[in-house]
């Protein structure tokens, strides 16, 4: 039986990331959504980046604002290097600087390996890891410039990518998705190498099950969320809102020494559950 509880909303202390800028991409739905919404929450100006479906982003603007911060729709599609580019030019412009990048926006093109096309391979990469290298290479151009600002925080900039467990456990049937989230883990481990002498630190979120849209047949029949829960140890499923906590975290000074390390946020999944009574 699924024990989920609504996930607490008013967690977040709401001074934590005071004065600072942030760009969430894939910011209008799921954990997207959340995540912006939680960084508002903490006293951050906020980016939401979407590629679709202005009415949502503008809600979400709009719940931003209502925490006395300020915030903006950017439409972009992360896998277009000019889109990307005159997005962070724009931030940087109206919002003065950038001091947090969620690289957030994903997607899936689910198939068996024989049967996925090369565009359903093309597009899940495009976006998945292309879209984080390009969001995170102009976010870092603009943390250099600026370098560190002791009032607003200890480091240069933080970026965070959204990776997935898919970039430790294998999954059937998405070989573009779990290949895309083993390249993130690996690329944000090789860009926090690099960037932490600048003082730019550079870490990932891997969500598990996550009460989302993208996922919505794994978990919204009984059937579908007893066979789901199986997979996790704590016994339910996570919100968005379990993501977002864990973003405002790694983005805060409290994280500091934190640097090229990915957070399961996950229940236990990463634990291979299956092997608890002996495999």
């Given at each position: 039986?699924?024990?989920?509880?609504?996930?607490?909303?008013?967690?977040?202390?709401?001074?934590?990331?005071?004065?600072?800028?942030a760009l969430v991409t894939g910011a209008n739905s799921g954990i997207g959504l959340a995540t912006a919404i939680g960084l508002g929450r903490a006293g951050a100006d906020v980016a939401v980046n979407y590629?679709?479906d202005r009415d949502a982003a503008d809600r979400v603007v709009e719940e931003i604002a209502a925490h006395g911060v300020r915030a903006a729709a950017y439409e972009a599609d992360v896998s277009k290097e000019?889109?990307?580019?005159?997005?962070?030019?724009?931030?940087?412009?109206?919002?003065?600087?950038?001091?947090?990048?969620?690289?957030?926006?994903?997607?899936?093109?689910?198939?068996?390996?024989?049967?996925?096309?090369?565009?359903?391979?093309?597009?899940?990469?495009?976006?998945?890891?292309?879209?984080?290298?390009?969001?995170?290479?102009?976010?870092?151009?603009?943390?250099?410039?600026?370098?560190?600002?002791?009032?607003?925080?200890?480091?240069?900039?933080?970026?965070?990518?959204?990776?997935?467990?898919?970039?430790?456990?294998?999954?059937?049937?998405?070989?573009?998705?779990?290949?895309?989230?083993?390249?993130?883990?690996?690329?944000?481990?090789?860009?926090?190498?690099?960037?932490?002498?600048?003082?730019?630190?550079?870490?990932?979120?891997?969500?598990?099950?996550?009460?989302?849209?993208?996922?919505?047949?794994?978990?919204?029949?009984?059937?579908?969320?007893?066979?789901?829960?199986?997979?996790?140890?704590?016994?339910?499923?996570?919100?968005?809102?379990?993501?977002?906590?864990?973003?405002?975290?790694?983005?805060?000074?409290?994280?500091?020494?934190?640097?090229?390390?990915?957070?399961?946020?996950?229940?236990?999944?990463?634990?291979?559950?299956?092997?608890?009574?002996?495999?």
């Open positions: 039986m699924d024990s989920t509880v609504e996930a607490p909303r008013d967690v977040i202390p709401a001074q934590l990331l005071k004065g600072q800028k590629v679709a000019d889109q990307v580019t005159a997005m962070m030019d724009r931030m940087v412009q109206e919002f003065g600087t950038i001091d947090i990048l969620v690289a957030n926006a994903g997607l899936q093109r689910d198939a068996g390996f024989t049967e996925m096309t090369l565009a359903q391979w093309q597009k899940v990469l495009d976006v998945n890891l292309t879209g984080q290298f390009l969001c995170a290479r102009e976010a870092t151009k603009e943390f250099r410039r600026r370098g560190v600002v002791p009032e607003v925080s200890r480091a240069a900039g933080k970026i965070i990518c959204m990776s997935s467990v898919h970039q430790l456990i294998p999954w059937s049937g998405h070989v573009n998705y779990a290949s895309s989230k083993g390249g993130v883990q690996m690329m944000m481990e090789t860009l926090a190498q690099e960037l932490a002498p600048e003082k730019i630190r550079v870490n990932a979120v891997a969500p598990g099950a996550i009460r989302t849209p993208i996922n919505r047949s794994a978990w919204d029949t009984p059937e579908a969320r007893e066979d789901l829960l199986r997979l996790i140890p704590y016994n339910r499923i996570g919100d968005p809102e379990d993501i977002a906590h864990a973003v405002v975290g790694l983005a805060s000074d409290l994280m500091d020494y934190v640097v090229g390390t990915t957070l399961y946020v996950d229940g236990g999944m990463t634990l291979f559950p299956g092997f608890a009574t002996g495999g």
